[in-house]
């Protein structure tokens, strides 16, 4: 981590070491899991020949309708619901 970076997390948690290192690495986390969300989709898409905006759309509405539900398990249901019917 790049000392200048980790001075300005602690000042802008009120110089909280502990928690300008646990927003760094949740962070980090969001980032990695964007990261797999998004290659999921693309996967997703060019497998079912569908618009990548399209499926990030229809993810983002299932998992805010299901958060119980995986990325993984949002796609499937996806699939079977707009593109299966087809």
Do not use: W
């Amino acid at each position: 981590m790049n000392i200048n970076r980790l001075k300005e997390l602690v000042m802008d948690h009120q110089n909280s070491f502990d928690d300008a290192l646990n927003f760094h690495f949740d962070e980090i986390e969001r980032i990695r899991q964007e990261k797999i969300r998004t290659d999921l989709s693309k996967e997703f898409a060019r497998k079912h020949k569908q618009n990548i905006n399209f499926i990030l759309g229809a993810l983002d509405a299932y998992e805010s309708a299901n958060p119980e539900l995986s990325i993984q398990e949002c796609l499937d249901l996806i699939y079977k619901e707009r593109i299966e019917k087809r």
